[in-house]
């Protein structure tokens, strides 16, 4: 992969990409994920990843 991405594709291989792409929202996108998609009926290798329920410490809501 080269040094840049397609619009409107989230690069997994930026660290942090969550962040990268979402900033401070990307907690709050997970959390919706697992809420509205708890059993990931859309998920692809671009989707936002569900929040960890026991995992993520920093996610309350």
């Given at each position: ?47 936002i990843?569900p ?6 410490k920093?996610?309350?809501?």
């Amino acid at each position: 992969m080269g040094p840049a991405a397609h619009v409107n594709v989230p690069d997994r291989a930026i660290e942090d990409w969550g962040t990268a792409y979402y900033g401070t929202h990307f907690d709050r996108l997970r959390v919706i994920k697992r809420k509205y998609d708890p059993h990931e009926v859309f998920s692809f290798e671009q989707s936002i990843p569900p929040a960890d329920l026991f995992g993520d410490k920093h996610i309350t809501k």
